[in-house]
């Protein structure tokens, strides 16, 4: 049984949370200075459910660590509930709540085999496979409509650094840490990366290249994927 009180009492209240797993994503966070420094830093996974809480009903996000991914296993379809914090002031998550635990699993999702085309839904990946593979930016409509299943799809929160050491901006963005062959990829628009006194910095894909220098357009071959479809 969830029971709802007020806002004020849950900002700062351990809620119950209960639903089905829409989407498993990488969670991170990424700081940027101007044109010199994108570094995505990565703390665990989101779950991306639909269900309720004791504040809401619908969609939510809750932050979960890597080593509880790896020793659930999440997987899109199951039907969990477990407790969590709400995400008060919590610059470096875009989650609603973190700090999760209690989780049950109440229904187990079949396996999905991952399918050699987009979205690919397969098995999660161990986190510190994104931080070898690196992201690259990905057109925010693309991340909510067509990617949002995708084991490689990511929202972050962005820290910039405004006025060095003093002043720092907040957003978030959508990256992707997919193939980079995938038909379904879509950057969007450039974007600006501001600094104080100076007209802003514009983010045209070149530090993409920078962040996944280390992997070439055939890179979903390790994954014995077959072809891409
Ligand atoms: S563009 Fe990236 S996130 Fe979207 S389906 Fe392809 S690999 Fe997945």
Redesign the pocket.
Known sequence: MIYRTNRTELESTRIRWQGTIQSVQCRAWVWRYKLDNRTHHHLGFNLWVKGETDDRSGKFCVAISDKQQQKIEFRIGDEVKGTAWPCINAKHDIADYYRAGGFKVLNRAEERISPNR???TGPVPALDIYSDRGARM?DSK??SK??FT????NKSAVEIEYDFGKVKRYRRETF????KS?P???MGEPRPVHYIGMFPCMDEGWMDDLCTSGRGEDDWEPWGWGKLS
Do not use: D, M, N, S
């Not at 995708?150 to 799809?153: F, T």
């Not at 992707?176 to 193939?179: A, D, S, W």
């Open positions: 987009p979205p690919f990905l693309r991340w067509k990617c995708c084991i490689w799809a992707c840490y997919g193939p995938c379904q990829y879509e």
